[in-house]
C-alpha cells in the first residue's frame, strides 16, 4: 500500500501584501478590461482603444499569475486560474455577440 504525503506550502508573510496587491488589481485590471471593450462596441471609444482593453486582460492574467505563484497553488487551483483567465477573455464577446443577435432579430 503507497500513501500520499501532501505537503502545504505556508505563504511567507513577507508576500502577503503583494498578494493581497495583485488579487485586488485582478479586480481592477479585468474592470478596465471589461468596460474599455464594452465602450467600444456600443461606440463611445474608437476601435484603437481595443488595444488597451487587451492590455488590461494581460495585466489581469499577470497579477493572476503572481498572485497564484506566492500563494503556492496546486495544480487543479492554477488550472482553475488559466480557466478563469479564458473566461474573462472570452465572456465580453459572448454577450456582445448574444447582445447584437437579439438587437438584430428585434429591430423595427
Known amino acids: 500500500m503507497v500513501q500520499e504525503t501532501i505537503i502545504i506550502q505556508d505563504i511567507i508573510a513577507n508576500d502577503f501584501l503583494t498578494i493581497f496587491i495583485s488579487s485586488s488589481l485582478v479586480l481592477v485590471f479585468g474592470g478596465f478590461y471589461v468596460g474599455i471593450y464594452t465602450a ?3 461606440g463611445l471609444l ?3 482603444a481595443m488595444l488597451f482593453a487587451y492590455i488590461f486582460w494581460i495585466l489581469t492574467d499577470y497579477c493572476l499569475y503572481l498572485m497564484g505563484s506566492l500563494m503556492h497553488v496546486n495544480d487543479f487551483t492554477g488550472k482553475a486560474l488559466v480557466m478563469a483567465a479564458i473566461g474573462l477573455l472570452l465572456l465580453p464577446h459572448a454577450v456582445y455577440h448574444m ?3 437579439v438587437h438584430e432579430e428585434n429591430e423595427h
Open 40 to 42: 467600444v462596441k456600443v
Open 46 to 48: 474608437k476601435k484603437w
Open 99 to 101: 447582445q447584437n443577435r
